[in-house]
């Protein structure tokens, strides 16, 4: 049984930064990417990040470049989200993800998820 545990959310004003974390449990073959999605208010849940366990090459989405990074923790099946000058765009529920992910960005790919973890950003 897969299971994720997200924490490190919370409220923030513009430009602050937080590190969200993610540790994976019953990890195996099947849990080979590790993503980041979003979701806010009234709006579809989207990709930010993502990484594999395999690979140090990160993927992220547009809006986010430069300012946030995933990371990995092999030994600790745990993936951090670092994100840097927050903003109040960056409001939403965060959530990690694994599975296969053949395309890493699409979150059809990924078959198990974590509870998510708020992301509170005040202008």
């Known amino acids: 049984q897969v299971r994720l545990v997200e924490s490190g959310g919370g409220l923030v004003q513009a430009g602050a930064s937080l590190t969200l974390s993610c540790t994976v449990s019953g990890r195996s073959f099947l849990s080979s990417s590790m993503g980041w999605f979003r979701q806010a208010p009234g709006k579809e849940r989207e990709f930010v990040a993502a990484i594999r366990w395999s690979s140090v090459s990160p993927f992220y989405v547009d809006s986010v470049k430069g300012r946030f990074t995933i990371s990995k923790d092999n030994a600790k099946d745990t993936v951090y989200l670092q994100m840097n000058s927050l903003k109040p765009e960056d409001t939403a529920a965060y959530y990690c993800?694994?599975?296969?992910?053949?395309?890493?960005?699409?979150?059809?790919?990924?078959?198990?998820w974590g509870q998510g973890t708020q992301v509170t950003v005040s202008s």
């Open positions: 993800a694994t599975g296969l992910a053949p395309d890493i960005r699409r979150r059809e790919g990924y078959s198990y």
